[in-house]
DNA sequence: CCAAAAGCAAGAGCACCGCTCTCTATTTTT
DNA sequence: AAAAATAGAGAGCGGTGCTCTTGCTTTTGG
């Protein structure tokens, strides 16, 4: 945090950055599994003991990896959503969740070892230490601030789906004090629910699932990613209907003409 | 296949499928990447070079243990939903569904070591050889047959979402006719973004992405796949409203009473 | 300013890994 | 019965993560 204190201090951060950036460098090509630490070592022209200065076991590197991933897919959502706000102030909640969505995807098939790292098989032992949940749940909300501005912005419908089985509700209430207090717990369970769905689809695909089905990725995406915003309950267009199904817009989505959902990309 | 012709092959083969259990039991503890030829040779007491007589690398072990596991999980599925018409011949398309969902969840929570090397990250080299496909794809035939059974009995609405994208219409149409050609191209594309987001949540609990998250696991997913259930089209009551929004059903609701979703379990 | 302390790099070495090669014993086929 | 195919064992290669010991450099404190 603070400023750096001496030559040696300061080598250390460079060290301990080179060792990752090649070490994510190696990720990319050889998979989490080809991940070697003399490998590593031998690429930056060091002993593999010395690199124990640093990283006191394989798994802990992959842990930094992981949180610098978390963080990676997080600012790549917080930032496309902030860039749409500035290029397009007054734009739908709809459009602000494709957009979180789709910086995540995006994300997700430009880095897919390091996507695969985070929402992937979790690592041999592993622990989920307790640095990578901040970093985690960045997405998660930023997908939540979209439906909260939403709903002080008075666009925020139904959710669709039944009534709260008791313990759904439950798990919902407590979220929804933590993070939203102000948003319907059928909300939040909607929200919680589209959360893991997205990363459903993302994961099909870059883990390939979807080939040989579905070919045209983005727009497939773009597709549930909007019919998820539905289900959580964003309108697509901010007028009647009230209380109504939010999902219900079918009928007369004339929406944006011509196939296309969203302007894509 | 055939009768099994000599003391060497009735040999080969429970070699082949104890050497093969061994691996699983080694990947439940350990997990994939701390599967060890050399461990599983000394287990069953052979030197670790035999192995290679039935098994040319430890990637052909790996790949006979996902196909495996895909068999398992959709065999799970599939007497799931034999069980379910049997005692319940006339059971809504709606629980049939979940009735899949459900047991390729049951599957998973209770093998997660193995549903991690199907719906987690690929494998180091990895190329998913042909022979998996079709294993692969057993889950998602039983989706596609409950939905076209729905649509025989005439219990098939309009899936919930805007129109096709015009290249998702294509994926779907190309889907359509390879295994549900009287199914809409809509429901097709429901279908599959469904089937995605299943595994979704499936992926989220058993990876842990859940943990402080939710806790009532299997009622939430329950009420997920319910809710994907609305999102292709399969009705809930087998009455009117028709042509509407399925999702549409939660207004009046009265349902199963109770909270409650489906019969649980 | 210089000695003590702390941190860093290197090398050797341990136990393990996947995999190959060779050699022998056994079974099957001809 | 001879020949061919197959199964197993052992040694060995290059690789891995990780530890320990040994020197060296930087930082610290009297």
Redesign the interface.
Known sequence: MGAIRGARERARAEITAAIKEEAARQLGT?????LSLRAVARELGMASSALYRYFPSRDDLLTALIIDAYDAVGAAAEHELAMLDRRQPAAQPVERWVAVCRAARDWAVGHPQEY??I???????YS?PQDT?GP?SRVGLALVSVVRDAHTAGLLG?P????????????AGR?AAELAPELPIRVI??L??AW??????V??EV??????????RS??F???A??LA??VGLR?DGGARDG??A?????G?A?RGA???LPAK
Chains 1, 2 share one sequence.
């Open positions: 050889h998979g989490p599994a080809g695969a790292l929402y992937g098989s979790p690592v041999p032992g989920a949940v985690a139904e669709a789906g039944r009534p709260l089985a008791g313990p759904v509700r439950a798990d979220l369970a909607a919680v629910a893991a769905q997205v990363f459903g689809i994961s099909f883990f390939g699932q979807f080939n040989r089905v579905v070919e045209a727009e497939f773009e597709q549930a909007v019919a539905a289900q697509t109504a199904i999902a219900g817009a079918s009928a989505s929406g196939g296309g959902v």
